[in-house]
């Protein structure tokens, strides 16, 4: 069952479903077993000589992992999937197996933080050269190409600020210059933006966010073209990037729930901000889905759903009260990462890393990520927000 289906001929929910299972191959089980290991034991010297067997080494996976990087490439419409012990590690698989000495390339300046430090110290000192530019750009990136230009590296929206990019644009750029588009599709997850349709080469996901989906285990994946593949794979076998079995069980399990997920995170979020909008203390609602977003046509065109993570930007107010907003909250848990069940919220200070752009919002900005309770008691968690910031303003 499963594994016999051709994954293009269903429904996108149905391939969350069915996407890389092979009951036959699992002993009759719905899910892929666990294989703890870092030894396989070769059955001749011969088939250890040709290496021509299901799996080599622990470190290059077993059944679980290749049952997700399976589902993940079909998903995203990728050519082949590995997976890592993070969204981070991920990105530095990535750029270590793209990015030569001598090269520059073009980082989004609300790509993030980490990809950002990461291009900029290490792949500085390996000699390459990182320069940031402007998500509003789109196609106007071709100006910024060199002949060096190998990677341009987006993100959609911006996982603090929002900015929407025109993907499409910036691949037709990139690869009129010779250029590879790395796109760090987390925000959309597999299921609400297919990256290898909008002209990206490379896909990375931190499936630590919507795949897993329960906040209980770190993971990441790397996705990419049939011409960039074989660079990829042989960097992934020499890193000793990789990532044990149970974390990747955790993945696919979590993978298999991620449209109805989803589709709760979207719906209360748009709803949430809109409910936002319309309070007097809310100076800005960025949300790519809500109308009054610069990017919101871009999202409309290019994005199948949004996802329950958005910006908002109190107006002007003292530190404390902002504090005392935040403090009073008791659903919106105070914590890094999103893409749990749970809601969750984090102050951001956009203006303290970006280069290419200026963030002129005056008052506080604010990362909220919609979980998948009640609307209606996170609407009260934040009243009660509104009230502390009234009372110590
Ligand atoms: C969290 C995150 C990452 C990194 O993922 P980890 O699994 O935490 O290393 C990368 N990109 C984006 C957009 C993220 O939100």
Redesign the pocket.
Do not use: F, L, R, V
């Given at each position: 069952m499963a594994g016999d289906i051709d994954p293009n001929s269903v429904g996108p929910q149905t391939l969350a479903v069915i996407a890389g299972r092979d009951t036959q191959r699992q002993f009759g089980f719905v899910n892929p077993p666990v294989c703890h290991g870092s030894t396989i034991i070769y059955p001749s010297v011969e088939r250890l000589r040709d290496r021509k067997v299901p799996y080599t080494y622990g470190s290059i996976g077993g059944p679980a992992h290749e049952t997700l990087e399976t589902a993940i490439a079909q998903m995203e419409g990728g050519y082949r999937t590995r997976l890592t012990s993070?969204?981070?590690s991920a990105?530095t698989l990535a750029l270590l197996s793209l990015a030569r000495a001598g090269d520059h390339i073009l980082v989004v300046d609300n790509v993030?933080r980490p990809t950002r430090n990461f291009t900029t110290s290490v792949m500085g000192r390996l000699g390459v050269e990182t320069e940031f530019f402007d998500p509003a750009l789109g196609g106007g990136v071709s100006a910024l190409m060199r002949p060096n230009t190998r990677l341009v590296i987006v993100?959609a929206p911006g996982?603090q600020t929002f900015e929407m990019l025109d993907v499409p644009a910036v691949a037709e750029a990139a690869h009129a210059a010779g250029a590879f588009v790395l796109m760090?599709n987390?925000?959309a997850s597999p299921a609400y933006f297919k990256p290898f349709a909008h002209g990206v080469d490379v896909s990375v996901q931190?499936a630590?966010?919507y795949i897993v989906g329960h906040s209980d285990a770190?993971l990441?994946s790397v996705t990419t073209t049939r011409e960039l593949w074989d660079d990829l794979d042989a960097t992934y076998k020499v890193s000793g990037i990789c990532v044990g079995p149970d974390d990747v069980y955790l993945g696919q399990r979590g993978l298999r729930t991620i449209h109805v997920r989803l589709a709760r995170h979207m719906s209360s979020g748009i709803e949430l901000a809109e409910w936002l909008q319309q309070r007097p203390e809310v100076a800005e609602v960025r949300h790519p889905a809500l109308p009054s977003h610069p990017g919101h046509a871009l999202w409309k065109r290019d994005f199948l759903g949004a996802s329950g993570l958005f910006g908002i930007v109190l107006k002007p107010c003292s530190q404390d009260a902002a504090d005392a907003f935040l403090n009073a909250l008791r659903l919106f848990g105070m914590g890094y990462?999103w893409g749990g069940y749970e809601s969750l919220i984090i102050p951001v200070d956009p203006r303290s890393y970006r280069t290419a752009t200026t963030w002129n919002a005056n008052g506080p900005a604010l990362r909220l990520h919609v979980g998948l309770e009640d609307v209606a008691d996170l609407k009260s968690d934040l009243e009660a927000g509104f009230a502390a910031l009234a009372a110590a303003g």
């Open positions: 993070s969204g981070k990105t993030y993100e996982s760090d987390t925000w931190a630590t966010k770190m990441g990462s």
